[in-house]
């Protein structure tokens, strides 16, 4: 038998950063995402030998092992170890041996939420294997317990709920990991309206995530007003940037994402550089009227908003930072499993 699972990347259009505690344990956190139609993907196939074998094949890793867990945390393709070791602790693997097989449509560490991703993908491929009672939040929680405290690895929570529901969705964090997931009733010409207009751009550097992530929340546990003040700023985005979609004010679009990016510079250093600066610069130039990097920061993947025919000249523009522009559309399906 043959598992298969894929799960959505996600774009973050407002909040990013308040779903990190300590920040939204103390005061809340608000964010909003919507999916695209880039994906990480995960296949199980039921081996008769007894063997693990892990096949990451963007990352071109393969790793083979005994049939025996746990499996050693040891910085060799973790992600995919930590969600074996995890399910067969909790639930057991009743099978002689498999093969694990991952891809993810864009690099790892480029802001789409990546790594999270690919760990619901995997756990939705072992919840069709085993047959699993898990529903949308306990694999969103599973996916955020086997990141941030089996593998200890900093982050906030959007990503893992956006993978498994799917869709635009306002996200409210509290302490206590409590999590609710608002799905937004946006009119379709709406979002095809956003879609033409919000131009994905790769930069071409990737970045550890998790390191960038820390100095906000080492700034909160410090009591940076500085920094607190401009999470507190991006809540109220968030919520600007919901009432704009709702209704279909889709010219304030620009400016909430400018005025996000300019509080988000704020919460630490190392959010931007001297290259994402630029590149941000050149693209209001050619007639963006607002943007922001996506994920945690010193990298990856950007978002400008183009309105009326402006893509063009920006694409036009950015062409000279070598970087790559990524083709998406919004999608409303989260994780989606199947066998054969």
Not at 299 to 317: D, H, L
């Amino acid at each position: 038998m043959i598992y298969r699972s894929k799960a959505p990347l996600r774009i973050g259009l407002a909040g990013g950063g308040t779903d990190v505690s300590p920040y939204c344990d103390q005061f809340g956190g608000a964010i909003l995402n919507a999916t695209i139609s880039l994906y990480a993907y995960a296949t199980i196939e039921v081996l008769d030998e007894p063997v693990i074998l892990l096949d990451a094949i963007d990352q071109e890793q393969c790793l083979q092992f005994e049939r025996a867990t746990p499996l050693p945390i040891n910085g060799q393709l973790d992600l995919l170890k930590g969600v074996i070791n995890r399910i067969d602790r909790d639930y057991g693997i009743s099978v002689p041996g498999f093969r694990l097989t991952t891809f993810v449509d864009v690099p790892s560490r480029s802001g789409l939420g990546t790594s999270s991703t690919l760990v619901v993908a995997m756990i939705g491929a072992f919840v069709e294997m085993l047959k699993l009672p898990l529903g949308e939040y306990d694999i969103s929680q599973y996916a955020f317990d086997i990141e941030r405290v089996d593998l200890a690895l900093a982050g906030g929570r959007q990503d893992q709920y956006a993978a498994t529901f799917g869709g635009v969705n306002f996200m409210e964090f509290y302490d206590n990991n409590k999590v609710v997931v608002n799905p937004l009733r946006i009119k379709r010409k709406y979002l095809l309206e956003l879609e033409h207009n919000l131009v994905l751009f790769f930069t071409s550097d990737s970045r550890e995530s998790a390191k960038i992530i820390e100095r906000p929340a080492k700034n909160v546990v410090q009591n940076d007003t500085r920094a607190i003040d401009a999470m507190h700023q991006l809540k109220v985005q968030a919520k600007k940037m919901k009432e704009a979609l709702l209704v279909g004010n889709l010219d304030a679009i620009g400016e909430i994402l400018d005025y996000g990016f300019s509080e988000k510079r704020k919460m630490a250093e190392g959010i931007s550089n001297a290259k994402i600066d630029a590149i941000y610069d050149a693209a209001l130039r050619a007639g963006a009227t607002g943007g922001k990097i996506s994920g945690a920061g010193g990298g990856g993947f950007m978002i400008f908003y183009c309105p009326r025919n402006y893509r063009y000249a920006v694409i036009k523009a950015l062409a000279e930072f070598g970087g790559q522009f990524k083709k998406y559309e919004f999608v409303e399906d989260g994780l989606t499993t199947w066998s054969m």
